[in-house]
């Protein structure tokens, strides 16, 4: 929902994952794909990467979700 009221985050998200996605090698998430995906997609993958940089974690964000990793 915050994308719908800051459309310009979704775009600086897609760009975030694009990038990580090429530095760990997965070539399907291209920007062109990533517009194509949910909001939900977007803000799931971003925080796929960003749950490992503890500087850019939310507060109180650990990364893991209960009972899995």
Same mark, same amino acid.
């Given at each position: 929902? $915050? ?7 979704r775009?600086?998200?897609?760009? *975030?994952?694009?990038?990580?996605? &090429? ?10 794909? $990533? ?12 925080y *796929?990467?960003?749950?490992?940089? &503890? ?14 990793g």
């Amino acid at each position: 929902m $915050l994308f719908i009221f800051e459309p310009e985050l979704r775009r600086d998200y897609e760009f *975030y994952i694009s990038e990580q996605a &090429e530095i760990t090698g997965y070539k399907t998430l291209v920007t062109s794909n $990533l517009q194509q995906a949910s909001d939900l997609t977007v803000g799931n993958l971003y925080y *796929y990467w960003v749950g490992g940089v &503890e500087e850019d974690r939310p507060e109180g964000f650990s990364g893991r979700v209960d009972g899995i990793g």
